[in-house]
Nanobody, 123 residues
């Protein structure tokens, strides 16, 4: 079973930055796609960004392109989500997830999930 542990959430003002981290307990990330999802109160879970462990290719939902960057540290089995120029509408619980379907931002393609970390963007 894959265990994922997120960290780095918190309260930040609009325009600020946060860096989320996800440590994945597997032998190697080479065979996985790792994604960040978010869920705001009353809304469906939304795919934000994903990265392929095999070739490092990345995908983003349109609303975060140019502001968020996903990166992978294969040596540490860790995936980061750097979030810049944060907006109030980015407020949500952020989850990382592991799956085998590269390039997908659909929750149905991910089998293992972390517990989530709260991100609140407010003045």
């Amino acid at each position: 079973q894959v265990l994922l542990v997120e960290s780095g959430g918190g309260l930040v003002q609009p325009g600020g930055s946060l860096r989320l981290s996800c440590v994945v307990s597997v032998f190697s990330l080479d065979y996985y796609s790792i994604a960040w999802f978010r869920q705001a109160p009353g809304k469906e879970r939304e795919g934000v960004a994903c990265v392929s462990g095999s070739d490092g290719s990345t995908y983003y939902t349109d609303s975060v392109k140019g502001r968020f960057t996903i990166s992978i540290d294969n040596a540490k089995n860790t995936v980061h989500l750097q979030m810049n120029s944060l907006k109030p509408e980015d407020t949500a619980v952020y989850y990382c997830a592991a799956g085998y379907y590269s390039g997908s931002l659909s929750p149905m393609h991910y089998d293992s999930w972390g517990q989530g970390t709260q991100v609140t963007v407010s003045s």
